[in-house]
C-alpha cells in the first residue's frame, strides 16, 4: 500500500513565513512561521495555487478562496471550521455568536478551542473570531497578526460571502 504523500512549500508574507502543507486532494494546513523553516520543499498544483489565490488576497483582489482544503480535525471542530467559512470577509463575529450559528451555545469553550485549532489559517478565517466586547482574543498566529488581518480585511471590504469548501 502506497504511503500519503505529503507536499510543503514556505512562502513569505507580510505576516512573516506560511508553511503550507498539502496532499493529492488539497490544502492541509497553512500555519505561520516568525522564522524561514529549513528543509525541502516539495510542492504541487494545489500549493501553488494556494499561494497565487494568498497573493491575490494580500493584494485586496481576493476575498473568496477556491482550492480545496482537507484540514483534519474531529467532526466538532470540522463544523466549527465550515461554520467561520459563513463569516464574511471584512465582519466579525463573538465566540458566543458562534457558538449559536452551530446550536450550541453552551459549547461556547469548545467553540473557542476549535476555532484555536484551526490548521489552515487565512483560507478558514478564525482571525473574524472575537470577543464579546468586541476585543481582540486569542489568536495561534499573534493578536499583532489578527489585527493586521482584521484592518486589510476592513479596507478591502465589499460583503462578498466565502464559500463552504470542504
Not at 507580510?14 to 508553511?19: R, T
Request: contains cysteine; charged residues 25%.
Amino acid at each position: 500500500m502506497k504511503e500519503k504523500e505529503t507536499y510543503s512549500r514556505i512562502y513569505e508574507c507580510p505576516l512573516g513565513y506560511l508553511e503550507i502543507t498539502a496532499s493529492e486532494k488539497g490544502i492541509a494546513s497553512i500555519l505561520y512561521r516568525d522564522i524561514k523553516p529549513e528543509g525541502n520543499e516539495v510542492t504541487n498544483e494545489f500549493i501553488e495555487v494556494c499561494i497565487i489565490q494568498i497573493e491575490e488576497y494580500f493584494a485586496g483582489r481576493r476575498k473568496v478562496f477556491t482550492v480545496p482544503i482537507i484540514p483534519e480535525g474531529t467532526d466538532f471542530q470540522k463544523r466549527v471550521w465550515n461554520e467561520l467559512l459563513n463569516i464574511p470577509y471584512g465582519e466579525t463575529i463573538s465566540y458566543l455568536e458562534l457558538s449559536h450559528r452551530i446550536s450550541n451555545t453552551k459549547a461556547i469553550r469548545a467553540v473557542g478551542f476549535a476555532n484555536g485549532k484551526n490548521p489552515v489559517n487565512i483560507i478558514i478565517p478564525c482571525h473574524r473570531v472575537i470577543g464579546l466586547d468586541g476585543g481582540l482574543t486569542g489568536y495561534g498566529g499573534g493578536l499583532w497578526r489578527k489585527k493586521w488581518l482584521l484592518e486589510h480585511e476592513e479596507k478591502f471590504s465589499d460583503g462578498e460571502k466565502q464559500l463552504n469548501i470542504f
